[in-house]
Each structure stands twice: as C-alpha cells, then as structure tokens.
C-alpha cells in the first residue's frame, strides 16, 4: 500500500513545497486538482504535466491523477441543459484526461458538487443523461491516455446528484465504458 495526499491542502503554496512537506510526512504520491495549478486550469499544457512531474519525482513522489476537476470555470456544469455550456466541460474534461496521462496520473476523481448540481427545474432523468454523455466523452480521451474515472457520490449537503454508492454504480453503468466503472468513496 502507498500513501497519497491531495495538494490542495497546501492552498497557494509552491508547488516544490508542497512536494517538500508531502514526502517529509512519508507521502508516496499526491492528487493534484486542476485549479491549484493555473488560475484558469483550461490553460494547462502538456509541458506544464512535464514540469510538475520532474518536480514530484526529484522529492520522490509520483502524481497519482487529479481531482476536483471543475471547481473552475465556476460555471461549469455537466447536467445543464445547455448544450453549448456542456460541449465546454466535455472539452476540458478530454483536456484533463490528456493532462492526466502526461502527468502519469491513473485516476481522476469526478467529484466536483457545484458542477454537477440540478436546479429545481430541471428533469432528473434527462439531466442525468446528459451527465453521462458528457461523462463517457470524457471516458473515452482518459481511457486513450491510461487514466480511468473514479464517480464520486457526496453527500447531500454538497450537491443533489449522484449522493450514494448505489446512484454512482448506476451512473457508471449507464457511462457503460472501462475507463469510468469505479467509484471512490
């Protein structure tokens, strides 16, 4: 068993002291979240994976994936039924995926509450398929770069979607694809 932590914790530390602290506590890995890294994550490049890979790996540390994947743009959203809103999420998330394998990643966590929430007016069914559309994109560009989706139910207080084990297997049921068939709790 390794032991990982999620950067975030650190708040707008560097990131070489965030790989400092973590493996001075016997970290073996970090999750990093995309919003940490670039006040816009969408400007992330496949360099910028280079660079925080070599810095994690000189403090011995390997980047296990990425997590709170759209905490930014604030407005994201993969149940809206706007389809224009959805075509940018589904976008950057195949970009996070990309992002993902660059950094060596395996997993990344489809936590993300604000960006999945349902407004009152909103059909449950057809919001769901609309998650699991742009879900299963993003599946397909993560799966090509060796990383897989990890559906994260939360709790009620955080958001009104995919709240337990049982509607996260669902969902990846409905995804239907390898790279989105966990769940991680």
Known sequence: MRFAICNEHWGN?????????AAACG?????????????DPRELTLADATRLVQIAQSFGLE?????WLLT???WFSMTTPDAMLRKDVLK???QLGRFCGALGGKVM?????KARNLLPEWDVQESFKRAVDVVRGVAEVAWENGAV???????????NFMNTAAEGIEFCKAVDHP???SIWM
């Open 13 to 21: 530390a560097p990131f070489e002291k965030v790989c400092e602290d």
């Open 27 to 39: 970290y073996q890995g970090l999750e990093l979240a995309p919003f940490t890294l670039k006040e």
């Open 63 to 67: 980047i296990i994936g990425l997590h």
């Open 72 to 74: 930014r743009p604030t």
């Open 92 to 94: 950057f998330g195949q």
């Open 109 to 113: 966590v489809w936590g993300s509450p």
């Open 149 to 159: 989706l990890a559906m994260e139910p939360l709790g009620r207080k955080e958001t």
């Open 179 to 181: 790279a989105a068939n």
